[in-house]
């Protein structure tokens, strides 16, 4: 394994500790909300809205979802140019 593989693993980690971070610790899921298998059922059967288990933007989790979104946005970044970036770091 060579150092930017490393690097590159480690940002991944990181970036993927900062979603669940920011779901344990603002709270923006509530899994009580979530769709079960009749509401689904009736959504593709009758065109019914679904219940959504995110929880509104406002003052109290406006950072976790700022959190949420740059750690999945680093994260998909790290996948699709990661091998790129491995290469730069091992030619330095």
């Given at each position: 394994m060579t150092l930017g593989e490393i690097v590159v693993n480690g940002l991944t980690g990181v970036a993927l500790l900062g979603v669940v971070y920011s779901?344990?610790?603002?709270?923006?899921?509530?899994p009580r909300d979530a769709p079960g298998y009749k509401n689904i059922r009736d959504a593709l059967k009758y065109g019914k809205?679904?219940?959504?288990?995110?929880?509104?933007?406002?003052e109290s989790?406006?950072?976790?979802?700022?959190?949420?979104?740059?750690?999945?946005?680093?994260?998909?970044?790290?996948?699709?140019?990661?091998?790129?970036?491995?290469g730069l770091i091992d030619r330095l």
């Amino acid at each position: 394994m060579t150092l930017g593989e490393i690097v590159v693993n480690g940002l991944t980690g990181v970036a993927l500790l900062g979603v669940v971070y920011s779901v344990y610790r603002y709270d923006f899921l509530n899994p009580r909300d979530a769709p079960g298998y009749k509401n689904i059922r009736d959504a593709l059967k009758y065109g019914k809205p679904l219940s959504s288990q995110w929880k509104p933007l406002d003052e109290s989790n406006r950072a976790g979802y700022g959190i949420f979104a740059l750690s999945l946005l680093a994260f998909g970044i790290l996948m699709f140019a990661g091998g790129r970036l491995i290469g730069l770091i091992d030619r330095l």
